[in-house]
């Protein structure tokens, strides 16, 4: 199975910040990435697919990168509607989570 | 698109459950539907994977216990759970393939709580 581990586990941030968040595979899942956005109390919502294609109706403040077995995720210009939990998923074999960034205020 | 989850509650370890997602929005035979479950306060595992053509897949800790399956007449995907284990107490969400493998739109969630 592929293992995706996902870093920061939790994040502080302060308003108008970029934030960053990385995932990284067990090995190569040739950019069959998926980023998803989970709001407390929700359920999650695509964000990002194929590493770097951002899902209809998303800001173009969020945006994604990466190859190989690493990837990340990108928040310009952090709002308070983007606190939330993000997750990454693996489709390149079976799917696979990353164990979630929490993302908090300063 | 819209994604309605039903069926959840408290159920005993050993016993059976049946969830049921109602879709509407898109042609709902077009397209495989995923469950996908979240325990309290943790992250996100995949459970079960049905084709457009009722070809199935299961995560190894469902196989046996778990099946998936569909009525596109009905526009509407179930999962039955038997032999079910605290452990798989969660919220169990529903979701549209996207055809690579991801997820494009998903339910609210059902809660399935399993204890004695």
């Known amino acids: 199975d592929i293992q995706m581990t996902q870093s920061p586990a939790s994040l502080s941030a302060s308003l108008g910040e970029t934030v960053t968040i990385e995932c990284r595979a067990s090995?190569?899942?040739?950019?069959?990435l998926a980023w998803y956005q989970q709001k407390p109390g929700k359920s999650p919502q695509l964000l990002i697919y194929?590493?770097?294609s951002l899902h209809t109706g998303v800001p173009s403040r969020f945006s994604g990168s990466g190859s190989g077995t690493q990837y990340s995720l990108k928040i310009n210009s952090l709002q308070s509607e983007d606190v939330a939990s993000y997750f990454c998923?693996?489709?390149?074999?079976?799917?696979?989570f990353g164990g979630g960034t929490k993302l908090e205020l300063k | 698109v819209q994604l309605v989850e039903s069926g959840g509650g408290l159920v005993q370890p050993g016993k059976s459950l049946k969830l049921s997602c109602s879709a509407s929005?898109?042609?709902?035979?077009?397209?495989?539907m995923h469950w996908i479950r979240q325990a309290p306060g943790k992250g996100l595992d995949w459970v079960a994977y049905?084709?457009?053509?009722?070809?199935?897949v299961y995560a190894d800790a469902v196989k046996g216990r778990f099946t998936i399956s569909r009525d596109n007449a009905k526009n509407t995907l179930y999962l039955q759970l038997n032999s079910l284990k605290s452990e798989d107490t969660a919220i169990y969400y529903c979701?549209?393939?996207?055809?690579?493998?991801?997820?494009?739109?998903w339910g609210q969630g059902v809660m399935v709580t399993v204890s004695s």
């Open positions: 049905i084709s457009s053509s009722s070809g199935t």
């Open positions: 998923q693996q489709y390149y074999n079976y799917r696979t």
């Open positions: 979701a549209r393939s996207a055809g690579a493998g991801y997820f494009d739109y």
């Open positions: 090995e190569d899942i040739y950019n069959g």
């Open positions: 929005g898109f042609t709902f035979s077009s397209y495989g």
């Open positions: 194929n590493a770097n």
